[in-house]
Nanobody, 120 residues
Framework: QVQLVESGGGLVQAGGSLRLSCAAS????????MGWYRQPPGKQRELVAT???????NYADSVKGRFTISRDNAKNTVYLQMNSLKPEDTAVYYC??????????????WGQGTQVTVSS
């Protein structure tokens, strides 16, 4: 069973920073793209950032220039460095990864979600 475990969420004042981590574990053969999504209160889940195995990145316009996604393939871990946080960044943040296990084809996996709250 493949699992994604997130950490790093919390409460921060506007203008502050947080760093989220998400580590994949289990019977993993390979990991393709990884990414972060978020779901603000009462709103639909939305893309934040993605990163491919070669390191190509993509960001939502709302976070571009403030957030940085990175990955450590040796640790099967993806990170999201969040700077200059705004109240509108408040959301539950979810890790996502396209993973092929030793027993199955590629499919999307999701983390449990971690709360990020930005106060004014």
């Amino acid at each position: 069973q493949v699992q994604l475990v997130e950490s790093g969420g919390g409460l921060v004042q506007a203008g502050g920073s947080l760093r989220l981590s998400c580590a994949a574990s289990g019977s993993i053969r390979s990991i393709n793209a990884m990414g972060w999504y978020r779901q603000p209160p009462g709103k639909q889940r939305e893309l934040v950032a993605t990163i491919t195995s070669p390191g190509r990145t993509n960001y939502a316009d709302s976070v571009k220039g403030r957030f940085t996604i990175s990955r450590d393939n040796a640790k099967n871990t993806v990170y999201l460095q969040m700077n200059s946080l705004k109240p509108e960044d408040t959301a539950v943040y979810y890790c996502n990864a396209a993973i092929r296990s030793t027993w199955s084809a590629y499919r999307d996996y999701w983390g449990q979600g971690t709360q990020v709250t930005v106060s004014s």
